[in-house]
């Protein structure tokens, strides 16, 4: 199979950001697709749309909790905002902004489009049987410190990296010296790793393998440090229909108990026949809030009234929802 010609079938709020590779093996790149992205400004906005002595309606801004949902465009047009304020410091200008924009999100294979708010790499390698797969799978469960002392795939008799570096299977092709260096490497290695794996154990972090949308799987878990206190939401202050005025009549969004988790579980590896998939788009439904937490919605809204001083007011609130 050549990977080159392998489709993704994507939600529509997805797409493909770019790929790199080859036959038999492929990296892609994908985004989400922010829905702040798609909706009109000043629906972020208090607007009043119209008012007199006897009656004014306005409509209220949708509250977004800060640096969540938003594109990454919403980031520099920040950053612009605060160049242009003239309290940046002085090596911060538009040309600077820009160059850091495009290392930021035009790095080939870290692309990040500015109308997107999650980005993530799958990456898929074909082997030529199933053996050799399972065995580089596998080693995906030695964790970090399996490192060298890993069985390659492919090779006979369950030789490692260390075995290698130790024989004189290069000794035809490197001088004398840089074989030497090689095996002092190798030697320095052995040395370390007992200390290494001793650091390691002490963070909790482990490695199973198992059943993952039906295929073989491979996690690591490790514990969960203790939640940090819940942050206190930043109210907007309310002053009528002639400042900030949202606060006071958009529907709270209802309070879900969050189970403390004890363990954090992310997947590291899919073995699919013969092929090994891995990336960091394994892990996203481990990390993202379920799909009916509440929010407000972008399009729907609800009509709250309320009468002062004989001022009929009415708001235009956005519904709570959990799209």
């Known amino acids: 199979m050549n990977l080159n010609n392998l489709k993704f079938d994507l939600p529509g709020n997805w797409r493909e950001v770019s790929r790199s590779g080859n036959d038999n093996q492929i990296n892609i790149r994908i985004c989400h697709l922010s829905p702040l992205s798609r909706v009109n400004p000043k629906s972020l906005q208090d607007q009043l749309i119209s008012s007199d002595q006897r009656s004014a309606v306005a409509k209220i801004a949708v509250p977004t909790p800060s640096g969540v949902g938003g594109s990454f465009a919403g980031y520099f047009k920040g950053m612009q905002a605060f160049i242009a304020s003239g309290l940046a410091p002085a090596y911060m ?82 001088s004398s010296e840089q074989l030497a260096k090689m095996k002092t490497m190798a030697a320095k ?59 006071n009549v958009v529907t709270p969004l209802p309070k879900t108990a969050q189970p403390y988790v004890k363990t954090i579980t992310a997947c590291q590896a899919i073995l699919v026949k013969n092929f090994v998939v891995t990336g960091s788009l394994l892990s996203l439904p481990f990390m993202l809030p379920s799909g009916d937490t509440p929010c407000y919605s972008l399009t729907k809204t609800k009509n709250k009234f309320e009468t002062v001083e004989g001022i009929k007011s009415t708001y235009i609130t956005p519904a709570v929802s959990n799209l």
């Open 189 to 247: 290695i052995k040395e370390a790793t007992p200390k290494l794996k001793g650091e390691m154990a002490k963070t909790g972090l482990k490695y199973r393998e198992t059943k993952y949308l039906s295929y073989d799987a491979i996690f690591s878990e490790m514990p969960n440090p203790a939640p940090a206190p819940p942050s206190t939401p930043i109210k907007r202050k309310t002053g009528g229909m002639g400042g900030g005025y949202g606060n």
């Open 93 to 174: 200008d538009s040309a600077w902004l820009e160059d850091l924009r495009q290392k930021l999100t035009q790095a080939p294979g870290a692309e990040i489009p500015d109308e997107s708010d999650i980005v993530a790499n799958v990456a898929i390698v074909q082997y030529s049987d199933q053996p050799i797969a399972r065995q580089s799978f596998k080693n995906y469960g030695a964790g970090p410190m399996g490192g060298f002392n890993m069985p390659i795939p492919g090779m006979p008799q369950g030789t490692t990296y260390i075995d290698l570096l130790e024989s004189d299977a290069f000794k035809p092709h490197v």
